[in-house]
C-alpha cells in the first residue's frame, strides 16, 4: 500500500497552525501516565488534563488553547485489528475556557476540515444533542442552526432529521438528512456517561459530533439501515465538538459552570484516514511505516482483504501503544499502567509469531522506525529507543518461554481426557497468557475439542471481578471525586474489616463499586448473615464513625505492608511502593485511594441488603446517612 500524501505530522501542523492564528496558545501533550489522579490509568482524552481548568480554575496560557494530545485507552486492546480502532492514537484539541462558544467553534472546525484539509462537504455530517427532558437540559436548537448556515454556505441544503436513539437510526435510516438529533446517550459528553449516569460534581455537556462518509456499502449485520453513529464502517467519526457547560449536584440536578467551555477532540489518525479517504486507520504513514517492517520481516503483503491483515493491525497498533507508555516510563510488570503494558507486548509476540516472526527479533527495528516517524513531535522516543527496545525484547521473550510451557500442558490435559474443559483452558489463560484461540488450535491438531461455552462464561466471571476490583480501587468504579464518593470509599475500609472482627478473618474483599448514593462491597464467605450478625457489623463501624478516628497514609513497600497486617486486593498486581492507609487501630489497607481525613464526616452506616453474588462470596449493599 503506497504512502498517503498528507503526513500525521502534516495534519497535526496544520491544525496547531490554524488554530494558533486564532490567538491559541499551543500547550504540550500531558504524559499518557496521569499525575496526581488516582481514578484511572491513563490518559485516555485530551480533556483529562485540562478537566481542573474546565471546572474553573486559570490556566497560565490564557482562556484559548491547542494541542495534540498522546492517548491510550486500555478498553480497545480487544478491539484492535479492524480497520477503526487504535488502542494509542493523539486527539487534536482546542479549548475556550468560558471566551468563544458555539458560533466561533463549529464555523472555524468546518473551515479548518473543508478550507485547510480540503475534506469535501459533501462527505460531511453531523449530529446534536436532541435535549434530556428528564434532566430537563434543553434541545440544541442553536448548533443545528448555525451548521445549516455552513453547509448552506457551500452551495448545501442541510435536512435535519429527527432520529433520538440510536436504534430508532437503525429503523428508519438516512432520510435524506445531513444534521442528526440523537439523545443523550449519544451526543452528551461527560466522562461518566449520559446525564443520568453522572456522579456529582462532574461536569458534561451536549455535543456536536462530524462524521466522514467514506461511501462503502452498508453492513446489514449493524442494522437495516446505515446512519451517522453506524458502526458498519461507511462513516467514521473524525470530530466532536463538546459545550462544557453543565455541573452535576448532589442533589441530582444540573447547574451552569461557571464558564461555559469549548471542548473539541478530534482523532488525528481518523482525521488524516478521511484526508486520504481511506476507511483504514492503519493506511496513516506513522502506522504504515511499521507494518512495513512487519512485511519486510515476513515477505507478505499488508492487504485490507488478507486474512493476516489482523495480526499486521495488532502488532502495529500494540508496538506503537508499547513503545509510547515505556517512553511515558511505564515498564512491563503485573501492576497496574506495567500490567498493561506487558499484554500489549505478549499479544503483539502472539500474533508475529501467527507471522512466523519472533517479536524480540522485530522490536528493534520498529522503535527506530517510530522514533523517526515521531521525531519532530516526540522526540523521547527516538532518544529512548535503544532503553524501550530492551525492555520490549525482555517481555517478549518471557513470553515466549511462558508459552510454550502452556502448549506443553496442553498436551498433558489432553492424554487424559477427551477435550479441554472451561476450567483448565481458563488456567491456560490466566497463568500462560494463552488466548482460547490458541488452546483451540493446539487442541484441533490433537482432533480434540475445547469446552468454548464454560471458558466464556469463566471469563465473563473474570472481567466482573476485574471490573469490581477496579471500582474498589479507583474511587468506586466512577471518575470523580465527589464529597460522597471519597466518604462511601472510605466506609468500604471499615466494613471490611468489622466482617472480619464479627465473622472471623477468612474474609476477604472480592470487589466493590462505589456511587455518590450507596457503596457495594463483595467479600468470601460461606453463609447467609443473620440479623445479629449485620447489626453487629453496623455497631462497630458506626462505633469508628462516632469516634472521629483520623484517616492517615504512608507510602511504602509491599513487604513492609504485609508486615504491618495490612489488606490488600489481589496482591500479585501491585507495583513495589504502594499506599497504605490506616484507620487508628482499627483498620489497615493497601489502597489508591481517595478517602477523608477523619470518619466522623461519614455520617450513620447503614446495612440495606445481604445477598450471595456466587458460590462462597456475598455482597453488602449500604448507605451512609446523615449527609443530607
Same mark, same amino acid.
Given at each position: 500500500?503506497?504512502?498517503?500524501?498528507l503526513?500525521?505530522?502534516?495534519?497535526?501542523?496544520?491544525?496547531?497552525?490554524?488554530?494558533?492564528?486564532?490567538?491559541?496558545?499551543e500547550i504540550p501533550?500531558?504524559?499518557?501516565v496521569p499525575?496526581?489522579?488516582?481514578t484511572?490509568?491513563?490518559?485516555g482524552?485530551?480533556m483529562q488534563?485540562?478537566?481542573?481548568?474546565?471546572?474553573?480554575?486559570?490556566h497560565?496560557?490564557g482562556?484559548?488553547?491547542?494541542?495534540?494530545?498522546?492517548s491510550?485507552?486500555?478498553?480497545?486492546?480487544?478491539e484492535a485489528?479492524?480497520n477503526?480502532?487504535t488502542?494509542f492514537?493523539?486527539?487534536?484539541g482546542n479549548?475556550?475556557?468560558g471566551?468563544?462558544?458555539?458560533k466561533e467553534?463549529l464555523p472555524?472546525?468546518?473551515e479548518f476540515?473543508?478550507?485547510?484539509l480540503?475534506l469535501?462537504?459533501?462527505?460531511?455530517y453531523?449530529?446534536?444533542f436532541a435535549g434530556?427532558?428528564e434532566a430537563?437540559?434543553?434541545?440544541?436548537?442553536?448548533s443545528?442552526?448555525?451548521?445549516q448556515a455552513?453547509?448552506?454556505a457551500k452551495?448545501?441544503e442541510a435536512?435535519t432529521?429527527?432520529?433520538?436513539?440510536?436504534q430508532?437510526?437503525?429503523?428508519?435510516?438516512m432520510?435524506d438528512g445531513r444534521?442528526?438529533?440523537?439523545?443523550s446517550?449519544?451526543?452528551?459528553?461527560s466522562r461518566?456517561?449520559?446525564?443520568?449516569?453522572?456522579?456529582?460534581?462532574?461536569p458534561?455537556?451536549p455535543?456536536?459530533e462530524?462524521?466522514?462518509?467514506?461511501?462503502t456499502e452498508?453492513?446489514?449485520a449493524y442494522?437495516?439501515h446505515?446512519h451517522?453513529n453506524?458502526?458498519?464502517?461507511?462513516?467514521m467519526e473524525?470530530?466532536n465538538?463538546?459545550?462544557m457547560?453543565y455541573?452535576k449536584?448532589?442533589?441530582?440536578?444540573?447547574?451552569?459552570l461557571p464558564?461555559k467551555n469549548v471542548?473539541f477532540?478530534? &482523532?488525528?489518525?481518523? +482525521?488524516?484516514?478521511?484526508?486520504?479517504n481511506? $476507511? @483504514? *486507520?492503519f493506511?496513516?504513514?506513522e502506522?504504515?511505516?511499521v507494518i512495513a517492517?512487519?512485511?519486510?520481516?515476513t515477505?507478505?503483503t499488508y492487504?485490507e482483504?488478507d486474512?493476516e491483515?489482523k495480526s499486521?493491525?495488532?502488532?502495529?497498533?500494540?508496538?506503537?501503544a508499547?513503545?509510547f507508555l515505556l517512553s511515558?516510563?511505564?515498564?512491563p510488570?503485573?501492576?497496574?499502567?506495567?500490567?498493561?503494558?506487558r499484554?500489549?507486548i505478549r499479544?503483539?509476540?502472539l500474533h508475529?509469531?501467527n507471522?512466523?516472526?519472533?517479536?524480540?527479533?522485530?522490536?528493534?527495528?520498529?522503535?527506530?522506525?517510530?522514533g523517526?516517524?515521531?521525531?519532530?513531535?516526540?522526540?523521547?522516543?527516538?532518544?529512548?529507543?535503544?532503553?524501550i527496545?530492551?525492555e520490549?525484547?525482555a517481555?517478549?521473550e518471557?513470553f515466549y518461554g511462558?508459552?510454550?510451557? &502452556?502448549?506443553?500442558? +496442553?498436551?498433558e490435559?489432553?492424554q487424559?481426557r $477427551? @477435550? *479441554?474443559?472451561g476450567?483448565?483452558?481458563f488456567?491456560?489463560?490466566?497463568?500462560y497468557?494463552?488466548?482460547?484461540?490458541?488452546?483451540?488450535?493446539?487442541a484441533?491438531?490433537e482432533?480434540k475439542s475445547?469446552?468454548?461455552e464454560?471458558?466464556?462464561?469463566?471469563?465473563e466471571e473474570?472481567?466482573d471481578?476485574s471490573?469490581a476490583?477496579?471500582?474498589g480501587?479507583?474511587?468506586?468504579g466512577?471518575?470523580?471525586?465527589?464529597?460522597?464518593s471519597?466518604k462511601y470509599?472510605?466506609a468500604?475500609?471499615?466494613?471490611h474489616?468489622?466482617?472480619?472482627?464479627v465473622?472471623?478473618?477468612?474474609?476477604?474483599q472480592?470487589g466493590?463499586?462505589?456511587?455518590p448514593?450507596?457503596?457495594?462491597?463483595d467479600?468470601?464467605?460461606p453463609d447467609?448473615?443473620?440479623?445479629?450478625q449485620k447489626?453487629?457489623?453496623e455497631d462497630?463501624?458506626n462505633k469508628q464513625?462516632?469516634a472521629? +478516628?483520623?484517616?492517615?497514609?504512608?507510602?511504602?513497600t509491599?513487604?513492609?505492608a504485609?508486615?504491618q497486617?495490612?489488606?490488600g486486593l489481589?496482591?500479585d498486581k501491585y507495583?513495589d511502593?504502594?499506599?497504605?492507609?490506616?484507620v487508628?487501630?482499627f483498620s489497615i489497607e493497601?489502597c489508591?485511594?481517595?478517602h477523608?481525613?477523619?470518619?466522623?464526616?461519614l455520617?450513620t452506616?447503614r446495612?440495606?441488603k445481604?445477598?450471595?453474588?456466587?458460590?462462597?462470596?456475598?455482597?453488602?449493599?449500604?448507605v451512609?446517612t446523615g449527609?443530607?
Open positions: 500500500m503506497a504512502m498517503p500524501d503526513s500525521l505530522n502534516d495534519v497535526r501542523g496544520r491544525y496547531l497552525a490554524f488554530f494558533a492564528a486564532r490567538d491559541h496558545a501533550s500531558a504524559s499518557l499525575e496526581n489522579d488516582p484511572t490509568l491513563f490518559t482524552s485530551g488534563p485540562l478537566l481542573p481548568y474546565l471546572l474553573g480554575q486559570p497560565s496560557a482562556t484559548r488553547l491547542v494541542d495534540s494530545q498522546k491510550f485507552r486500555s478498553e480497545d486492546i480487544e485489528g479492524d477503526r480502532h488502542t492514537f493523539e486527539m487534536l479549548w475556550s475556557l471566551d468563544y462558544f458555539k467553534q472555524w472546525i468546518f476540515l473543508t478550507d485547510e480540503k469535501n462537504p459533501e462527505n460531511l453531523v449530529t446534536v434530556d427532558e430537563n437540559i434543553p434541545r440544541d436548537e442553536e443545528a442552526e448555525i451548521w455552513l453547509f448552506a452551495g448545501m435536512k432529521v429527527e432520529l433520538i436513539t440510536e430508532r437510526a437503525s429503523e428508519v435510516g432520510q444534521i442528526f438529533f440523537y439523545d446517550g449519544s451526543n452528551w459528553w461518566s456517561g449520559p446525564p443520568a449516569g453522572m456522579p456529582a460534581g462532574e458534561g455537556g455535543d456536536s462530524m462524521f466522514y462518509d467514506f461511501g452498508h453492513d446489514t442494522g437495516e446505515c451517522p453506524c458502526d458498519c464502517g461507511r462513516f473524525v470530530g465538538n463538546v459545550f457547560e455541573l449536584q448532589e442533589d441530582g440536578s444540573f447547574a451552569a464558564n471542548d477532540g478530534g &482523532g488525528l489518525e481518523r +482525521i488524516a484516514a478521511a484526508v486520504n481511506s $476507511p @483504514d *486507520v493506511a496513516v504513514d502506522l504504515q511505516s517492517v512487519i512485511a519486510a520481516a515477505q507478505k492487504s482483504n486474512t491483515t499486521f493491525r495488532i502488532i502495529a497498533d500494540h508496538m506503537r508499547a513503545t511515558d516510563g511505564v515498564r510488570s503485573p501492576a497496574d499502567q506495567g500490567y498493561v503494558a499484554r500489549l499479544r503483539a509476540a508475529a509469531r507471522l512466523g516472526l519472533d517479536l524480540n527479533a522485530l522490536a528493534p527495528d520498529i522503535v527506530r522506525t517510530l523517526d516517524s515521531y521525531a519532530a513531535a516526540y522526540p523521547a522516543v527516538g532518544e529512548q529507543a535503544e532503553v527496545s530492551t520490549l525484547v517481555e517478549a518471557k511462558t508459552l510454550e510451557r &502452556g502448549i506443553k500442558k +496442553i498436551g490435559y489432553l487424559n $477427551p @477435550d *479441554v474443559n476450567q483448565q483452558a488456567e491456560l489463560y490466566a497463568t497468557g494463552l488466548p482460547i484461540d490458541v488452546t483451540i488450535e493446539v484441533a491438531e482432533g475445547v469446552d468454548v464454560d471458558f466464556n462464561r469463566l471469563m473474570h472481567r471481578k471490573r476490583a477496579a471500582a480501587k479507583f474511587a468506586g466512577l471518575a470523580d471525586h465527589s464529597d460522597m471519597v470509599h472510605t468500604t475500609h471499615l466494613l474489616q468489622a466482617l472480619r472482627t465473622l472471623g478473618d477468612h474474609v476477604l472480592k466493590s463499586n462505589i456511587t448514593k450507596r457503596l457495594r462491597f467479600f468470601s464467605h447467609k448473615m443473620t440479623d445479629e447489626k453487629a457489623v462497630l463501624v464513625i462516632t472521629n +478516628i483520623p484517616v492517615t497514609r504512608e507510602e511504602t509491599v513487604a513492609e504485609k508486615a497486617g495490612a489488606l489481589f496482591e507495583a511502593s504502594v499506599h497504605v492507609y490506616k487508628g487501630d493497601i489508591g485511594g481517595p477523608v481525613d477523619s470518619t466522623g464526616t455520617g452506616f446495612i440495606t445481604e445477598e450471595s453474588t456466587s458460590a462462597g462470596v456475598r455482597r453488602i449493599k449500604a451512609l449527609n443530607e
